[in-house]
């Protein structure tokens, strides 16, 4: 028999018999709302949020970095580094979209190396990243838990082929340049020569949609001057168009290609730029044909003359 004092007055405990204590072993306080909790979650009366394993997770890598942080001071390379390890590394690349883009050259703006997480890329600047691409027009850019990036990607289109000195680019329809001209890939795209040629471009090919039998055979067009256009046919034969009035030009041609097939003689330009008067360029073996054609007409006359 023993009491403890208190302010209140000596507590006394009653004696216990061992037999029974031995019988029913009474828990601590804390101990017993555990076993009571463990007990509820067997029993299915206990419900466990869905995704609380999940959260869990991300919640005990975040306080990880958090407190690596605070010792190493380096917050990007911490988060990269802790998730990596838990499994989010970046491990796919699922690419659409590219016809003209190389996906080793996605990689590498990207800037994967392996180790790359997840969770701490940057979505809005790895598409900034992707459009500074030469035929990237815009990007779409999501992540797929845990390890895959998808990227869906919008190209421009090539409208033509601007030769300025002695280079060569692939152009937009509104004249902006996409890359240089590798190869004859783009061969069947009209070429547009010389300075200002290529922000003219879309507005010439407009104007030659009235024309359609004469653009289908248009293989390049020369900025003359900044001011008008030449049209080089596909059998050689170049077009001088005047700086204004472009329809009564090309209804004049239409006009003395129907009735005599100009086109198709040995000739080397039709001058459209008069109004008053049409010229025609023979080739050097036609002017040479003319030129005896007309001496032998010449003496011809001169028989007849001498005759009477």
Request: cysteine-free; charged content about 30%; aromatic content about 6%.
């Given at each position: 028999?023993?009491?403890?004092?208190?302010?209140?007055g000596p507590l006394n405990f009653p004696e216990q018999d061992p037999a029974a204590a031995g019988d029913k072993m009474v828990l601590p306080r804390?101990?017993?709302?555990?076993?009571?909790?463990?007990?509820?979650?067997?029993?299915?009366?206990?419900?466990?949020?869905?995704?609380?394993?999940?959260?869990?997770?991300?919640?005990?890598?975040?306080?990880?970095?958090?407190?690596?942080?605070?010792?190493?001071?380096?917050?990007?390379?911490?988060?990269?580094?802790?998730?990596?390890?838990?499994?989010?590394?970046?491990?796919?690349?699922?690419?659409?979209?590219?016809?003209?883009?190389?996906?080793?050259?996605?990689?590498?703006?990207?800037?994967?190396?392996?180790?790359?997480?997840?969770?701490?890329?940057?979505?809005?600047?790895?598409?900034?990243?992707?459009?500074?691409?030469?035929?990237?027009?815009?990007?779409?850019?999501?992540?797929?838990?845990?390890?895959?990036?998808?990227?869906?990607?919008?190209?421009?289109?090539?409208?033509?082929?601007?030769?300025?000195?002695?280079?060569?680019?692939?152009?937009?329809?509104?004249?902006?340049?996409?890359?240089?001209?590798?190869?004859?890939?783009?061969?069947?795209?009209?070429?547009?020569?010389?300075?200002?040629?290529?922000?003219?471009?879309?507005?010439?090919?407009?104007?030659?949609?009235?024309?359609?039998?004469?653009?289908?055979?248009?293989?390049?067009?020369?900025?003359?001057?900044?001011?008008?256009?030449?049209?080089?046919?596909?059998?050689?034969?170049?077009?001088?168009?005047?700086?204004?009035?472009?329809?009564?030009?090309?209804?004049?041609?239409?006009?003395?290609?129907?009735?005599?097939?100009?086109?198709?003689?040995?000739?080397?330009?039709?001058?459209?730029?008069?109004?008053?008067?049409?010229?025609?360029?023979?080739?050097?073996?036609?002017?040479?044909?003319?030129?005896?054609?007309?001496?032998?007409?010449?003496?011809?006359?001169?028989?007849?003359?001498?005759?009477?």
């Open positions: 028999m023993f009491a403890l004092k208190s302010r209140r804390p101990l017993r709302r555990v076993v009571r909790f463990l007990g509820s979650l067997a029993s299915g009366r206990v419900n466990i949020p869905r995704h609380l394993g999940s959260v869990s997770v991300v919640a005990f890598y975040a306080a990880t970095s958090v407190y690596v942080f605070t010792l190493v001071g380096e917050p990007l390379q911490v988060t990269q580094a802790v998730t990596s390890a838990a499994g989010f590394a970046i491990n796919n690349v699922k690419v659409s979209g590219n016809a003209e883009t190389s996906e080793i050259d996605i990689l590498e703006k990207i800037g994967l190396d392996g180790t790359t997480s997840l969770m701490s890329l940057d979505v809005a600047r790895t598409r900034d990243e992707l459009k500074s691409l030469p035929w990237i027009l815009d990007a779409e850019v999501r992540k797929i838990y845990p390890d895959t990036i998808e990227i869906k990607l919008k190209e421009k289109t090539a409208f033509g082929i601007w030769q300025h000195g002695n280079e060569l680019e692939l152009i937009e329809q509104d004249g902006k340049p996409i890359a240089r001209l590798r190869d004859n890939k783009f061969a069947h795209l009209p070429l547009f020569v010389g300075k200002d040629a290529d922000t003219g471009a879309r507005e010439i090919m407009k104007d030659l949609e009235r024309w359609p039998a004469m653009k289908s055979r248009v293989k390049a067009l020369m900025r003359v001057a900044g001011r008008r256009w030449d049209i080089k046919l596909d059998n050689g034969v170049v077009i001088k168009l005047p700086e204004r009035d472009m329809d009564r030009a090309m209804a004049e041609l239409a006009e003395f290609e129907a009735g005599q097939q100009v086109l198709e003689r040995d000739i080397l330009a039709i001058d459209l730029r008069l109004e008053d008067r049409t010229t025609v360029q023979l080739t050097a073996d036609a002017a040479e044909r003319r030129k005896k054609a007309v001496e032998a007409r010449a003496k011809e006359l001169k028989k007849l003359k001498e005759a009477i």
